[in-house]
C-alpha cells in the first residue's frame, strides 16, 4: 500500500474515532439520565400512590416502620411561611446546581451525579410545596420521624459527598507529603 494511501486512511479514521468516543460519552450520559429520570419517577408514583392509599389508613411493613400519609408544612423542621421556604429552595438548588456544573467541568463525574441526586429530591420536595402546599411524607420510622423518598435521596447524596468529595478531590499522593509550612506569631525577633 503506498505511504499516501495509509496517511489518506488514518486521517479519515481519526474523526471517526472521535466520534465513536462521543457517542460513547454521548451513551453514558443517556444511561445515567435514564436512571435519574427512574429514580424520579418512582418518588413522584410512590407519592401518588401514597396519596391515593394512605388517606386515614397505617399500614404496618415491619414492628418499627409504618406507610402513612402527612403533610410536611416545615422546612428542615422550621416554621417559616410558604414562600420563604420556597424562595430559600430555589436559591439552594441554584447554587447547588452552579457547584454540580462546576465540579463537572473540572472533569469530576461522581460529585456532580450525587449533587444531582440532592437536586432531584430538592425538586420533587418542592413540586409538592407548589401543588399542595407541603411535602407529601408517607414513611414513619419508629413514629420518630415520617418522610418520603425524596429526603432520602437529598440524605443519601449528602452523605456520599462528604464521605467521598474529599478523596476524589486530591490530586495526588504527592500533595500529601508536602510538608505543612509553620506560622510563627512569636513577635520577639
Known amino acids: 500500500m503506498p505511504v499516501s494511501t495509509v496517511q489518506n486512511h488514518t486521517s479519515k479514521s481519526k474523526p471517526f ?78 447554587v447547588i446546581a452552579g457547584f454540580a456544573r462546576s465540579e463537572f467541568r473540572r472533569g469530576q463525574r461522581l460529585a456532580p451525579s450525587l449533587i444531582f441526586l440532592v437536586l432531584l429530591g430538592a425538586w420533587s420536595n418542592l413540586l409538592d410545596r407548589l401543588r399542595f402546599g ?19 435521596y437529598i440524605v443519601v447524596g449528602v ?7 474529599p478523596k476524589s478531590n486530591t490530586a495526588d499522593d504527592s500533595d500529601k507529603s508536602a510538608p505543612v509550612p509553620r506560622v510563627d506569631f512569636d513577635t520577639k525577633s
Request: net charge neutral; hydrophobic share 60%; aromatic share 14%.
Open 159 to 165: 452523605i456520599c459527598l462528604l464521605l467521598f468529595l
Open 134 to 152: 407541603g411535602v407529601v411524607d408517607f414513611i414513619s420510622v419508629n413514629r420518630w420521624s415520617v418522610f418520603n423518598l425524596s429526603d432520602v
Open 17 to 94: 474515532t472521535q466520534l465513536r468516543a462521543l457517542a460513547q460519552q454521548d451513551a453514558r450520559f443517556w444511561v445515567v439520565g435514564v436512571i435519574f429520570l427512574l429514580i424520579y419517577m418512582v418518588d413522584r408514583l410512590s407519592k401518588m400512590w401514597a396519596l391515593s392509599n394512605l388517606v386515614d389508613r397505617r399500614i404496618s411493613v415491619v414492628p418499627w416502620v409504618e406507610l402513612t400519609l402527612v403533610s410536611n408544612e416545615k422546612f428542615a423542621y422550621l416554621s417559616l411561611p410558604a414562600w420563604f421556604s420556597i424562595i430559600v429552595t430555589v436559591v439552594v438548588m441554584v
